[in-house]
């Protein structure tokens, strides 16, 4: 059964904001926590940050802090994350994982959003 | 912090494969395993070091020792190839994936 939906493909010119979304399926979201993990084309998975979709308690990574914004809207059980300047460097799947708490990430894994940033 | 782990492990069908991932964060705090096939979401395999999920294949097993922890792949399949993760969150909640093992069944 699918429990993490992410939003669709996008494709951005630099410069550009984006927000990407990653909604849980089930009652069990509201106490969850949901991290990004971006995944750059031929790389590795990279912990981004998470969020309690609780109360919006929020860490990041400090390679990511001050570049993206992690935010939840607790009444949907749906995780975002938003970009306000895109750039070519951020082209990547973006994935969204879920844990019990801030630690165990990973239980269960979006389908990815790829996000395309090219003049 | 960080985790390493090697960038490549082979094995022929049917031997055991061990993966490890090292890190001081490692000592006091449990390791996660995934797996990730090309163009698919990873999957959670070991947990808390050495925990099996449902619906994972027995010979999936994990162990710990020190600031190490390994991935055990026993009679490993071709289907087993794939990239493998750790990962490790400290009590900040603040997360590290290792650099990945490309796993090849041959």
């Known amino acids: 059964e699918v429990q993490l939906v992410q939003s669709a493909a996008e494709v951005k010119k630099p410069g550009e904001s984006l927000k990407i979304s990653c909604k849980g399926d089930?009652?069990?979201?509201?106490?969850?926590?949901i991290g990004w993990v971006r995944q750059m084309p031929g790389k590795g998975l990279e912990w981004m940050g998470v969020?309690?979709?609780?109360?919006?308690?929020?860490r990041y990574s400090p390679t990511f802090q001050g570049q993206v914004t992690i935010s939840a809207d607790k009444s949907t059980n749906t995780a975002h994350l938003q970009w306000n300047s895109l750039k070519a460097s951020d082209t990547a799947m973006y994935y969204c994982a879920d844990g019990k708490t801030g630690q165990q990430m990973g239980d269960h894994w979006g389908q990815g959003t790829l996000v395309i940033v090219s003049s | 912090y960080e985790v390493t782990q090697p960038s490549s492990v082979s094995v022929s069908p049917g031997q055991t494969a061990r993966i490890t991932c090292s890190g001081g964060v490692l000592e006091d705090k449990y390791a996660r395993w995934f797996q990730q096939k090309p163009g698919q979401a990873p999957v959670l395999v070991i947990y808390r070091d050495t925990e099996r999920p449902s619906g994972i294949p027995e010979r999936f097993s994990g162990s710990s020792s020190g600031t190490t922890v390994t991935l055990v792949i026993s009679g490993a399949q071709v289907d087993d190839e794939a990239d493998y993760y750790c990962f490790c969150a400290a009590d900040n909640n603040l997360g590290v994936f290792g650099g990945g093992t490309k796993l090849t069944v041959l």
């Open positions: 089930g009652d069990k979201y509201s106490t969850y926590w």
């Open positions: 969020i309690d979709l609780s109360d919006s308690d929020t």
